[in-house]
């Protein structure tokens, strides 16, 4: 078997040549395709009628003579195949003399084989042709979205939306490329089997019909024959067995690759940073380029590769690069233009051409700054440029990227003669000003004194529940709470993680009596949490208490926009404040550990009569607390974005921890919680207040009551009196 010219290992990266060589294939097997479907036509011609036998069969004959003539592209196994079907047409002229009826035999054989590899193989090649070229656009389509991310304007909805499309974008473009490439691979091998199977089933079907005719039946051709079925058969089996070898190479790839497909992940994954190799000397990747237009400029997405001392530049579309700039002396540094991340600037060495290019991510950017700047320094001409390239880092000392980076990312603030301010400054203050678009459309529902009970609510609340805005990067203020440390720590195994609530269902349609109907599919099992399939285990995510609705007569009413990271149940007996922070960090580690990325975007309505988490797209409750079972609501010392509260059931008894990550602060959130908390309680002693001066006042009115029956006057007898009296005598 010749040697596979598609590598899976290239399609992640999709450069030019990989894409010139795909498109090599695709002609070769669009040639291949348009001759099968010729084949085929013929083969139905044979098994069509019968008075055309002959004429059908000679047809054949003329149309496999055309096998020479015919230029493929790639040329695999053209001369074995060519050979082999000459030595076959003489045969076939052969059997071209005789009129017979083989329609039954020839339709369960030739038309059989000549139709599965139309239908399976060369089928299964158009549609992963369309499924590649509509991958390859959404691909694109992504990495610009991506790449169009305001830096300064920061929104981490739009860049998790963003993140997450080019993940599945890049992820379903290298899946469908290598299959693709796989399957483009295999066809060379199945071509043999496509177009030598049919004839020979063709040839199997006339001897076995003329098995009497001397003439046609002859030892040697079908010894010929059985030899040339059995090579196709143990072909196909090898050909089976490379398929399922691409399946479990791509599988390996896949998994390889996923850091690959997110350039820049958010820290709520936790994922590595990549080391950056500063001693290269040579360097690829796509970047985009930046343009002058008419009025605006443009960016363009091109594969950038350095030769020697040149940058050159190559689209998809051409077979070769073609020099772009000279890096000998040149200057490259960060630069800050167009709103744009990871971009920077080469200048040549005259100063009169420079160039802004645009990396896809930061540990990109640098890469190709450090290798411009060792090729900028010539020791691409030395004989081991990387040991060069170590040297020059050795002598230079550790570099301060953070420093460089800073001073070149500085800004002017508008309105603030000479102050700078770095785009990190600018972007705390953009998402000040700028909320969600959830919480402007409901900011008719917070109060006017919102900032009023926000301060009543700090003064009621004990000193330990008070929110600690100051200092939160001083640990030893907060020795229950976690550091940035405790992520990694290990999962805990005591009690399982909910990742997901229950689907959304309406408020007034009750809930099916058996727990086991309350369990979503999308509940993972903890790995390390036991199961007895025997003894019946009661499930704690299960909500037991009385949903509870707000009404409109409320006196107090927020909603902010939350994504819910998990829940589980916590010790009756745990420190409130400790066990928040620990419910969080096992969150997190454990939904790096299961690869679980992705969170559910839920809107956290808040009243003085419940907490509800409701659903954005149907506006269902996912779930429902009264406000008097929140106990304690906290922040993450070292993300005040990271949130959580745990709830008393109603029922049970038990606590549970629910966990949340927010676009707002924190601390915010957890104040409007504890708001509700002290106004529900005050509601409450209110009422008891009231029904206690309502027994007070009926029992002051009973008691003046007995005291002015006590003095009253002997009067005239009633008529009730007179009425028993007379009742009495006639008795």
Not at 171 to 189: A, E, G, P, R
Not at 377 to 396: C, E, S
Not at 445 to 472: D, I, V, W, Y
């Amino acid at each position: 078997m010749a040697s596979d010219l598609l590598q899976l290992e290239d399609c992640l990266e999709d450069s030019p040549q990989t894409r010139a060589l795909i498109g090599v294939y695709e002609k070769d097997s669009d040639i291949l395709l348009q001759y099968a479907q010729e084949l085929h036509i013929m083969c139905r011609r044979v098994t069509s009628a019968q008075l055309e036998l002959t004429n059908a069969t000679q047809d054949l004959a003329d149309k496999l003579r055309d096998f020479q003539s015919v230029k493929f592209v790639v040329g695999n196994q053209d001369e074995v195949i060519g050979s082999t079907l000459t030595q076959l047409v003489t045969n076939i002229d052969e059997i071209s003399s005789y009129n017979a009826v083989l329609q039954a035999q020839l339709s369960e054989s030739m038309d059989y084989h000549t139709s599965q590899f139309l239908n399976k193989d060369l089928n299964e090649y158009l549609r992963l042709k369309a499924s590649f070229a509509t991958s390859d656009k959404l691909h694109e389509e992504a990495v610009a979205k991506l790449a169009r991310i305001s830096k300064k304007k920061h929104n981490e909805k739009s860049s998790q939306e963003a993140t997450d499309q080019l993940y599945a974008s890049r992820k379903s473009f290298h899946n469908t490329s290598m299959l693709y490439c796989s399957c483009l691979n295999t066809l060379q091998n199945k071509k043999k089997i496509g177009l030598l199977r049919p004839v020979i089933s063709f040839l199997q079907s006339q001897i076995a019909f003329f098995r009497m005719g001397s003439e046609v039946s002859k030892v040697e051709l079908e010894q010929v024959l059985g030899k040339l079925s059995s090579d196709l058969s143990q072909l196909e089996k090898e050909t089976d067995e490379t398929r399922e070898l691409y399946v479990e190479k791509m599988d390996k790839l896949d998994a390889n690759s996923t850091r690959s497909y997110i350039p820049d992940p958010p820290a709520s994954m936790n994922f590595p940073d990549l080391p950056v190799d500063r001693a290269r000397t040579q360097i690829s990747s796509y970047l985009f380029y930046r343009s002058r237009g008419t009025i605006l400029s443009q960016w363009h997405r091109c594969y950038f590769f350095t030769q020697g001392g040149n940058l050159m530049m190559q689209s998809k579309t051409e077979l070769a690069g073609q020099l772009f700039m000279d890096l000998d002396g040149c200057n490259v540094n960060f630069v800050d233009v167009d709103d744009r991340k990871h971009a920077f600037q080469v200048m040549s060495s005259d100063g009169r051409h420079s160039v802004i290019l645009q990396a896809e991510s930061k540990h990109k950017c640098e890469e190709w700054i450090a290798t411009i700047r060792n090729i900028a320094a010539g020791l691409y001409l030395h004989d081991n440029p990387r040991q060069a390239a170590i040297k020059a880092l050795k002598a230079q000392g550790p570099p301060d990227d953070n420093l460089s980076s800073s001073q070149s990312n500085l800004e002017l603030v508008p309105g603030i003669p000479g102050q700078m301010v770095t785009p990190e400054d600018q972007k705390t203050s953009d998402e000040q000003q700028h909320s969600s678009s959830f919480e402007s459309k409901h900011e008719s529902l917070r109060p006017s004194m919102f900032e009023r009970l926000k301060m009543a609510a700090t003064s009621f609340m004990a000193p330990e529940e008070k929110p600690q805005r100051e200092s939160r990067s001083n640990s030893t203020s907060n020795v229950n709470e976690p550091s940035e440390s405790s992520f990694d720590a290990k999962i805990d195994q005591t009690e399982p993680i909910l990742f997901d609530l229950p689907s959304p269902v309406s408020e007034t349609k009750e809930l099916p009596k058996d727990d086991s109907t309350n369990q979503t599919a999308s509940e993972p099992t903890h790995p390390t949490a036991a199961s007895d399939t025997n003894q019946p285990r009661h499930n704690p995510f299960t909500s037991e208490q009385p949903a509870v609705i707000d009404t409109d007569e409320a006196a107090f009413k927020a909603m902010f926009v939350v994504r819910f990271l998990g829940c589980r149940r916590v010790g009756e007996d745990a420190h409130l404040d400790s066990s928040i922070a620990e419910t969080i960090c096992h969150v997190m580690a454990a939904r790096a550990y299961h690869k679980m990325f992705r969170m559910n975007e839920l809107h956290l309505a808040i009243s003085d009569c419940a907490v509800r988490l409701v659903d954005p797209a149907t506006q269902f409750n996912r779930e429902s607390f009264p406000a008097s079972s929140v106990l304690r609501a906290k922040t993450l010392a070292d993300n005040p974005r990271l949130l959580g509260f745990i709830v008393k059931q109603v029922n049970t008894s038990q606590l549970m921890c629910y966990t949340f990550e927010s676009n707002a602060d924190g601390d915010d959130v957890c104040c409007a919680i504890n708001t509700a908390r002290v106004m529900e309680q005050s509601k409450i002693e209110h009422e008891e207040n009231s029904k206690q001066r309502q027994i007070e006042n009926d029992l002051e009115a009973q008691s003046r009551m007995i005291a002015a029956s006590e003095t009253k006057p002997p009067e005239a007898e009633t008529q009730e009196e007179v009425d028993s009296k007379e009742s009495g005598d006639a008795a």
